[in-house]
């Protein structure tokens, strides 16, 4: 069952808890790809050094995390990287998750021509195991950026609550953000192979 606007609309760190274990689907023109999240970073905003609207700051590409939660939120990085984020809170509070990991579930044949990746060579387990990789799998990219996930082509089931299983650590890659670098908001679901590195 796709979760409603309702989920995504409370506090960002409750709801990057609570999508660990939930199903992340793209309807692509391809076919249907989906994968269990494992993996996820809070950004908490205007005051949080590591967050793209930190103090405020609002440039045309990113006006979807200034939206309502349930707003997808994707940024380049280089080259064809790409990071999915879901946008929280309520409008006008520019806080989202970042999707760090997933657990492949439907279209592995489609995730791998996408990363161009030979699973008979044992490499499952690197196929969604980091932000840029699981885009790239799940054919994810700043074409999608501000789409409502509570529509049908890029959105969230609900999936196995695994809040018992998951541990907090400090997020990763963010060391500009000085004290805030040291937060506790990656969480992830422990033992699981998917999770990135």
Known sequence: MKVERSFYERETLIVAKDL????LVHKSKDGEISGRIVETEAYLGINDKAAHSYSGRHTPRMDPLYQKGGFAYIYQLHGYN???NVVTEKAEVPQ???IR???PLVGLELMTQ??????SLGKLKNLTNGPSK?????????SLNGIDLCEDELFI???DDLKTQFMATPRININYAEEDKD????????GNEFVSH
Request: proline content about 3%; overall charge positive; aromatic content about 10%.
């Open 134 to 142: 699981l885009c790239q799998a799940l054919d994810i990219d700043t």
């Open 157 to 159: 089931t609900k999936g």
């Open 82 to 84: 790409y990071c999915f």
């Open 101 to 103: 990991a997933l657990e």
């Open 183 to 190: 937060k506790p908001w990656r969480f992830l679901i422990k």
């Open 96 to 98: 989202a998750v970042l």
């Open 20 to 23: 660990l274990g939930c199903i």
């Open 114 to 119: 996408h990363r161009s990746i030979d699973l």
